[in-house]
């Protein structure tokens, strides 16, 4: 409580928050100060984006730092320190002024991720700091690493794929590292990718040429009920993975009485095994700024969030940029495209924690608190960001609502099933000839999703696909003539989850890949519900058991212990982590017969 601090630190801090006007702000205590009563200012929301500020120019979080942040905030210094420690991309501890993340989950652990930390660790000694990340979101292009760069000049920015020798000559002073150029996506259809390595991502004036806000002019055109209509009309389902239907969650909001109202873009992406939204943000921002801003209009929400996840560098540079440029075009502000209403959006950084894709986690993190999710009910429809009515969506399904808007729900609705209409963005990893982000109809078949990206490399049998992601399933060749569509998942056991299709040869160790996806659950628990918090600690030390020999009993009663934990797990925690925290080992287990579970 009493560490000051430093020149530096108050320089970023009031970076981000302007300089103290008074006392009372954190400034110079005057007599006039002592004697006014200060004006009721909730900034918390704020938080974050002070954490980032001194966690760049400095390289870490002091006492001093976090003490002045909380002066200015008003936030009580020790849930302050809860939040800061609660973000694997801050630390509360000096630290090098560069760290390493080296991705060691799944897309990149088959490509040489895990020789790549261990050889990088090894070498480095210390400084830089190297450090195992979770995945980076850079699967198509694996391995990935991602540098944070501390100072006045801070750099962060992310390599994919990722060769050894050039890092450590970069590190080591005897080479340049620069990053690639962002990939351009392979992709089977020309819808919500049409745009995608065509425009500029960084001019308005482009991106209305190739009919950027033309479907926000048919939004005002029609009106707020009519667009609500079109979307139900359309039966559009979230691509996030819950599949709740959009149209549903808009009407609830818009029906809400009183204001303000919030919508928010999810675009916190951290499904092992997920990029499309990376895609989408870095190769056409406007897009998701224009759907954002319809969903404002059609629900009533005079404000917009971005969440993106904090170790999406180039995406969130991107959408600053648009924003600033659509707000200077009239296309956000006080009166939207001149028609008499007014929305705009804030755009928000996450700083490394994957339970806030869960939209609860998510809006809490906003809040400037921990990002931990709340029980439900009540529902974010009556009570989300701020306790106010507020509808979320992850980047995909927004985008959708342009398509809809374009041809109309009912021609929307032709595409693809009756249960799952439009298209649908797959992520294609691992052992495929073209990784990258593909769009197809719903009802393809996995087989041909994966002809998509090529087939499988170098022609290999296929072994196993992780669908999903770490909260899918894994499915055997024989499988691979499943529809991908949300009503054939419900009725085959599988999920499409966020568009995952991690395809894996002969050459991966199953044991191995079931064992890092339970450290990953085990790391990203918030720790907040005792069936997650205790169940991902006792799910991984039963598999460690099995792998090392030293099993409670036999081995049959080990996997007996791990189908408890699951169910226990799946039934009880608050939130879609601990629900779906076993589902990929246990489908491994039960697919492939990994411990000899067979009768």
């Not at 450090?131 to 390599?159: D, I, K, N, T």
């Not at 095994?273 to 209009?297: H, Q, S, W, Y």
């Not at 950084?349 to 009540?378: D, H, Q, V, W």
Request: charged fraction near 20%; hydrophobic fraction near 40%.
């Amino acid at each position: 409580m009493t560490a000051e601090p430093s020149a530096e630190e108050r320089a970023a801090v009031d970076a981000v928050l302007g300089v103290p006007a008074t006392g009372w702000d954190g400034g110079e205590r005057t007599e006039g100060d002592l004697r006014a009563v200060r004006a009721p200012e909730d900034r918390r929301t704020l938080l974050l984006p002070v954490l980032h500020a001194l966690q760049a120019r400095i390289g870490w979080i002091s006492e001093g730092g976090l003490n002045y942040a909380c002066e200015r905030l008003s936030v009580p210094p020790a849930e302050a320190y809860g939040v800061a420690t609660f973000y694997a991309m801050f630390s509360v501890r000096p630290q090098p002024a560069t760290v390493v993340h080296v991705c060691d989950d799944l897309a990149c652990r088959i490509r040489g991720g895990d020789a790549m930390a261990e050889r990088l660790s090894a070498e480095c000694d210390g400084d830089p700091k190297v450090v195992r990340s979770p995945c980076l979101g850079l699967c198509e292009a694996a391995p990935a690493v991602m540098f944070q760069e501390a100072g006045a000049g801070a750099v962060s920015h992310a390599v994919a794929p990722a060769d050894p020798e050039q890092i450590l000559a970069s590190i080591h002073g005897s080479g340049a590292l620069v990053p690639p150029p962002a990939l351009a996506p392979r992709h089977g259809g020309e819808r919500l990718l049409r745009r995608v390595g065509v425009v500029d991502p960084a001019s308005l004036h482009d991106y209305r040429a190739h009919g950027g806000y033309a479907s926000l002019a048919r939004a005002i055109e029609l009106g707020p009920d009519t667009v609500i209509k079109q979307v139900t009309d359309a039966k559009l389902l979230g691509r996030g993975g819950a599949a709740f239907p959009t149209g549903v969650k808009w009407r609830a909001v818009a029906d809400q009485p009183g204001s303000p109202k919030f919508v928010v873009g999810n675009a916190d992406e951290s499904e092992p095994g997920t990029f499309k939204d990376r895609v989408l943000m870095e190769n056409d921002p406007f897009a998701l700024i224009e759907a954002l801003t319809i969903a404002g209009f059609a629900t009533g929400a005079e404000t917009g969030y971005l969440y993106v996840r904090g170790e999406y560098l180039r995406a969130t540079k991107h959408l600053h940029e648009a924003i600033e440029e659509a707000r200077g075009a009239a296309l956000l502000g006080p009166d939207v495209m001149h028609a008499g209403f007014g929305f705009d959006i804030e755009l928000r950084r996450g700083a490394g924690a994957y339970i806030c894709g869960e939209e609860t986690a998510l809006f809490n993190s906003i809040e400037g608190k921990r990002g931990e999710p709340r029980n439900k009910p009540p529902f974010p429809v009556t009570h989300g960001l701020f306790g106010r009515p507020t509808s979320i969506n992850n980047v995909e399904t927004l985008l959708n609502v342009l398509q809809i808007l374009e041809l109309g729900a009912e021609a929307y609705a032709a595409l693809g099933t009756e249960g799952s209409t439009g298209t649908r963005l797959f992520c294609l990893s691992g052992h495929v000839e073209h990784p990258g982000v593909y769009e197809a109809e719903h009802g393809i078949t996995l087989a041909d999703a994966i002809d998509m990206a090529g087939g499988p490399r170098d022609g290999a049998p296929i072994k196993a696909v992780l669908l999903g992601g770490a909260a899918g399933g894994f499915l055997g060749a024989d499988r691979l003539d499943v529809r991908l569509t949300f009503e054939d998942a419900r009725a085959g056991g599988y999920t499409l989850g966020s568009g995952v299709i991690m395809v894996l040869d002969g050459s991966v160790d199953l044991v191995d890949l079931c064992l890092r996806i339970s450290r990953f659950f085990r790391d990203e628990s918030c720790g907040q519900c005792v069936p997650c918090r205790v169940g991902t600690v006792r799910q991984e030390e039963a598999l460690v058991r099995l792998v090392t020999g030293r099993t409670i009993g036999s081995p049959a009663d080990e996997l007996g212990l791990l189908e408890d934990v699951a169910a226990v797990m799946r039934d009880a925690s608050i939130c879609g982590l601990g629900q779906t925290a076993a589902s990929a080992v246990q489908s491994a287990i039960g697919t492939f017969d990994l411990f000899g579970s067979a009768p």
